[in-house]
């Protein structure tokens, strides 16, 4: 577990601007609804003549004056993005780091075998995704609280579910591709989340593009989708967890092989 401890160490600062972040958007974001709530009305009215932007976000089938709708769409703006950006930057320079900062010599000159350190590093990984949706989804609770709003469990749960499975898809697929890499980490994290998350959308608002649902994990995260059938699409989850297991697979391939220079 010495690596495990030396990369949440490592991390921590990340960890805490990056949680500190979430938790501040989603926070701000619940704690507006009771000053928004009077003019949701509007809103809705606003939103449902926008034609493809409305049913880009799934807008068309909620109502913002239902905390649930409204918090389904906050959430996935806030932690679908945030949280999809973050897994994926940390787990795509879980492995090459060790290239890039030039201390491979160090690591594997231990006896420890590199099958391990896959090990180890993906624990490490995991362990801080999970620690950032717990400290997320306890503050979305108390902030709900904090305004005197019935707490929605079984949607909000369903939602925070979602969206650490999405991560744990996005971290999966990004240490996978960490194992080929050398140098560069951060524009493929970044890249990747953010053509997902668009991937999203355009599936939403073309009929021809429907299929790019069975291709990015925001497809199973729509809170519009998870509010409207009160569960989620475990065929569409299923199939991320089975890319995310390939490309850790893939890792464990590559990685005892590489060439570490």
Known sequence: MTIVKHELRQGRVSLLIWTCA???????????????????DDVNDMFSSMGSFTAAFGMDRLSFGMFKDYYALECGSVLGLGGGIFA???AAG???????????????????????????????????????????????IGCTKAI????????????????????????????????????????????LAITLYFLSLIANITESAKPLKYVTPYSYCEGA???????????????????????????YLKYPRKDIQ
Request: proline fraction near 2%; hydrophobic fraction near 55%; aromatic fraction near 8%.
């Open 22 to 40: 979430i938790v501040l958007l989603l926070g701000i974001n619940v704690l507006l609804y009771p000053e928004l709530k009077s003019q949701l």
């Open 88 to 90: 994926s930057l940390l």
């Open 94 to 140: 879980m492995l090459s780091k060790e290239e890039k900062e030039h201390t491979a010599e160090f690591l594997l000159a231990h006896p420890v075998s590199r099958k391990r350190i896959i090990s180890e590093k993906l624990a490490a990984v995991f362990a801080e995704i999970t620690v950032m949706n717990l400290i997320v989804f306890a503050m979305a």
């Open 148 to 191: 005197g709003e019935e707490i929605p469990w079984k949607e909000a749960g369903l939602i925070h579910i979602a969206y650490y499975i999405l991560q744990l898809e996005l971290a999966g697929i990004c240490f996978g591709i960490s194992a080929f890499l050398r140098r560069g980490s951060v524009g493929v994290g970044l890249g």
């Open 225 to 251: 989708d998870i509010v409207t059938n009160g569960s989620l699409d475990w065929v569409k989850v299923s199939l991320g967890l089975a890319i995310c297991a390939l490309c850790v697979l893939a890792a």
